[in-house]
Each structure stands twice: as C-alpha cells, then as structure tokens.
C-alpha cells in the first residue's frame, strides 16, 4: 500500500541506511525490561490502570506491549487496539491539517485571524499587529492557555458546555499583553480557535477534516472524535488514582484535545512523522517539523511539535485529559519512534524520552506502605498552616485523606507510619508528636518550601 512507500529521502540514502541503521538498532535499542519493570510497578502502586506501547525501529518496523487493565474491574486487559483518549497530541494534527490547507492555498500562515470570524467578532491586537495563523499553530499568539471565561459546570467533563458563542465573546473583550510572535505562552484555546478556523474555512467539521487529511491517507481505522457503539467495547476507562473520572467531551476547543485513538493507529502516524507517508502528506508534515521560534534553552517549537536538543534531536508531544496520558516522539539521530497511551494521570513523558534516548533516566516509581487504621485515626483533624488556610485529614478504612482550604480532596499514601505524600501534585505531609505521644502538628513540604501547621 502507498502507507509503506518509502520518502524521496528515505530512498536517497537508502544505501547508506543499510549500513546506518544496523549500527543505530544497536546503539539505540532500549533496555525494554527495566522499562516494562518500571511500568509493572507503577501499576501496582495503582498509579496506572493501563498503558499501550508501540516502539519504532530505524528500519521501520514496531514492537508493542501492553500492560494493565481496560477498567477498575481487572477483568480485560488492553492491547494495542484499546483506545485512549490522547489530549493535546490532537495538536500536531491540527497543525498537519493546516499545513496541509497551506499548501493547497487555501489559506496562509500570515492570514489575521480576524479574517475568519464573524464581523461582529472584536478580535484582540497588540498596537496594531494582529494575531496570525501561524502564532496560533506555534503558541506564540499572546493568547492564555485558557480563556478567561472558561467556567465549566463540571470539573469532570470541563470542555463540552464552552461553546463558539464563549470563545467568540472572550475574544472580543480579550486585550493582548504583548505582540503576536514575540514569546511562546502554550495555549489551548489558541489551538482550538486554529481548529475552529480551519472548520470555518473548509466547511467540514473537525472530523471530517481529520478524516479528509491525515486517518484516510494513512489507513489509521481506530481514530475517532466520536467513539461509535460498536467499537465502544475497546474504549479505556479514565483513571484519576482511583477516583471517580469521566471521559471527556469537547465542542469548540476540539482542536485543542479532542481525538481518540490506538496505539497501533498512532504507530502509523509516527511513521509517517518519520518519512514513512504519502508524497503529499509528507511534504506537510515536513512543513509542521520546520522549527519557527525558540521556546528556551535546547528547545525550540514548530507547527505545535516541539523539539529538544538537549541530548539528541528530538520531535515530541504530549498530552492529557481528566484520566489519560499520552507522549509521542521521534529521535531523529536514531530513527527511532514511541507511541505511549495511557490510562491514569500519572506523567508518562519519562518513559518516551528514556525510550528515545537512554541518556534520559527513567524516574524511580514511588511506593506506598501498609499503616493500620487505628494508627492513621490519630493524624485526623483540622490543621492551620496560615491564618487563611488550613488543612483537613480524615480517614476512610485504611485510607487517609487531606484537603486544603478551597481545595479537592487528595489521598495521602504512607510513605512511612508519620510520613505521606500525595501522587496528583508534588508534596508530603509528616505528622509529628507532641511531647505527651499525641499527634498534634503537621509539616508540609511542597515547592521546596515547609509550612507547619497545629491541630
């Protein structure tokens, strides 16, 4: 099929890859047991439910594994066909469709965005310069990462009731605090106004769109915006730690984060990201690699793919909804591709770097203890750290729970009978003894700073 035709630069230096790609399947290839361990591990400590890997070789062809549960029940286990949802790796193929509708002149990397709204639309400017198309595919634009008036009724579900009529309405109230192209700020309602114009412009809808230019061409059948019932059976379950999570829905924003997909359908994508596409396809994707703005010290930003030169050149993104992970990349020293989708949380983005170049160490899985409910019902009450802000533990069986001051409430894993940390945000807790033996302190550690609060 034309999917495994190879690129004009792939079949320049083919008599050089023969040689080339022997020795780099050699230099690069991955301790894949201490990744599989580590992952093992993260999923006891319940960090994961389930996690799908698909690793590239220099001459093309992929490995995959697999590890964990499709949900809580631990009864069918994923697969590279489970789908995931993939959040913000939806970017880079909004910026593909862009690229793609660049060179079919249809529209233009300057083009104003004003040019696209309606009339009624006050799009913000910055003395004059207006936010183009390409600030928006680069995160350059000065927009935020979210919209001022984003307010969803639920945490669980945030995107699916912000409609065009509130994006519409905050831009026309938005005021720019610096030039379009003149810093990166990542930003996702920039993203998906970039996706709304594209829709604007073809007449298609996201889907259609994602269909016409990139899931068609490249044979990829499990990518969906839209689950249908009859694949609904192969769909991950959200993950959050343990605690109750929705799959997410979005509307006007769903160029920001929307897509759903496989690990074997997102391994194709990765290969054509590697010269493995379409003549067409590959001439855009090439466009959307074509570094255009530093974004700090040994990285620099695309069409949304980020690269990092730090140890070797590597094309990456990431992303994340209310219970997936995702990362994709592409080393382009070694020729090698990673594809991770999964289901939890907890941050995967060390375990494609790691994948991609060993330089890059895999971070260590923290694990929890057993501490008996009678010993964890002494730390419970109401700790105050600051005159407006204290902290509440309570416990639930053999579980112990904190909640700050106009916060949610987050599980606290005992890392030792006096000592807990917590797995969603970077911190620990340690409850400490009066002199009469009774718990009546707490000291916070977060941010590199200690806060002590009395009960």
Partial sequence: ?????????????????????????????????????????????????????????????????????????????????????????????TALIFARMVQQHKIALDDSIGQFLPDSVHTPSYHGQKI???????????????????????????????????????????????????????????????????????????????????????????????????KYSQFAHPYFYGNPIRHWTWNILTGAGSIRSTTADMVRYMKAQMGFAPTQLYTAIKYTHLMRFSIGSNSDIGLAWLESTKKDTILWHNGGTGGFRSFIGYNKQTDTGVVILSSGRDNIDDIGFHLLDQQFALRPVKHSISVKPQVLAKYT??????????????RDNDHLYARGTGQQKFRLYPESKTKFFLKPVKAEIRFIKDKKGKFTKLKLYQNGRVTEGAK
């Fill in 132 to 230: 183009t198309l390409e600030s928006l595919a680069t995160h350059t634009s000065g927009l935020p990462r979210m919209p001022a008036n984003f307010s969803p009724k639920s945490q669980l579900n945030p995107y699916v009731d912000y409609t065009a009529r509130d994006l519409y309405q905050f831009l026309d109230h938005y005021k720019l605090k610096r030039a379009p192209g003149a810093s990166y700020q990542y930003s996702n309602v920039g993203m998906g106004l970039l996706g709304d114009i594209l829709m604007r412009v073809s007449g298609l809808s996201y889907r259609h769109l994602l269909k016409k230019y990139i899931t068609s061409p490249l044979e990829m059948t499990n990518t969906y915006i839209h689950i249908p019932k009859s």
């Fill in 381 to 394: 009450g109401t700790y105050k750290l600051t005159p407006t802000f204290s902290i509440r533990i309570t």
């Fill in 1 to 93: 099929m034309i999917l495994k035709m190879l690129s004009l630069r792939k079949k320049i230096f083919l008599s050089f890859l023969i040689f080339s790609s022997a020795v780099s399947c050699m230099q690069a290839q991955p301790d894949m047991q201490a990744v599989k361990k580590n992952i093992q591990q993260r999923i006891h400590e319940k960090d994961i439910l389930g996690i799908s890997v698909g690793y590239i070789h220099p001459d093309g062809h992929a490995s995959f594994f697999s590890r964990g549960y499709l949900s809580t029940g631990q009864k069918r286990r994923v697969n590279k066909h489970t789908i995931y949802e993939i959040g913000s790796v939806t970017k880079t193929f």
